[in-house]
């Protein structure tokens, strides 16, 4: 297993609408994509800082798993993700040691990514998610 980068940090908010104008006009940063998940009930904006995505999650239902989030925890970190070159393989390796997987199988995400998540009891409460570029 090789993790390579972090791919990016995923932050549960209630507007992306409304977090604009801290990650631009306050951080500087340039929102380069916004798009829906619909299988996930998730509308998503990214921004790039050096390597590193910052990617805003906005329910679009209130049986999301962000809404949930934002209704458990309020605003905040959801989860960090980390790239890695062959999914299946990683995905495999980490269950062989030990660690709980959410997705057994990788899934579509956001930006063409394949993904897949570790669920937090595994992952010392830090809810982790594995990308692959195809």
Not at 7 to 23: D, F, N, R, W
Not at 40 to 61: D, H
Request: aromatic content about 6%.
């Amino acid at each position: 297993m090789e993790l390579t980068h972090i791919e990016h940090i995923g932050i549960a908010v209630k507007s992306i609408e409304e977090q604009l104008p801290y990650y631009e006009g306050v951080l500087g940063l340039k929102c380069y994509n916004i798009e829906t998940v619909e299988d996930q009930k998730v509308k998503t904006a990214f921004f790039k800082i050096g390597q590193t995505k910052i990617e805003l999650l906005e329910p679009t239902s209130e049986e999301s798993t962000i809404a949930k989030f934002i209704e458990k925890r309020g605003e905040g970190i959801h989860h960090i993700a980390f790239a890695t070159e062959n999914l299946n393989e990683t995905l495999q390796e980490i269950e062989a040691k030990g660690v709980r997987l959410i997705d057994k199988q990788p899934r579509a995400g956001a930006e063409g990514l394949n993904i897949a998540f570790l669920h937090p009891k595994s992952t010392g409460s830090v809810l982790t998610e594995l990308c692959e570029h195809p």
